[in-house]
């Protein structure tokens, strides 16, 4: 699960079978202070994302660069060869069971590839929590 901001519009094609995959990359952010010195930093991840048939037509149509999202799926690392070197390459991906919108405008929008209606959006994000707040 991860919730996080796209970092560019997603990306919609066809497979061979005329099945739906669209792609978009999420980045998530935690801060923290540096417990040497007391500076917060802030890290951010970026995470690929791939999904499937309805819930990939949904997320081509109603998402953009800078939507809030909630992602729940697995990681798959899926590897082919370089075409112009020969080289082994890997992409490890999380492929999408549900895909909840979180910006103001999508929020009451859900979906799941097992799911044909739209769901109450009932995530919230974290709070912020401090690290030298945790009692261990």
């Known amino acids: 699960m991860i919730i996080g901001n796209l970092g560019a519009d997603p990306e919609m094609r066809y497979t061979a079978n005329g099945a739906p995959v669209t792609t978009f990359s999420v980045a998530t ?71 909840k919108f979180l910006s103001p405008q999508n929020s009451q929008q859900s979906l799941s590839d097992d799911s044909s209606d739209v769901q109450e959006n009932k995530v919230s994000p974290p709070s912020e929590i401090d690290p030298d707040d945790l009692p261990f």
């Open 29 to 99: 952010s935690r801060q923290y202070k540096r417990s040497s010195d007391g500076e917060r930093i802030e890290e951010t991840e970026w995470f690929n994302i791939v999904t499937w048939n309805r819930t990939a037509e949904t997320c081509s149509q109603y998402l953009s660069k800078g939507s809030k999202v909630y992602v729940e799926g697995r990681m798959s690392t899926r590897s082919w060869d370089d075409q112009s070197t020969g080289q082994k390459k890997y992409k490890t991906e999380l492929v999408a069971d549900q895909v």
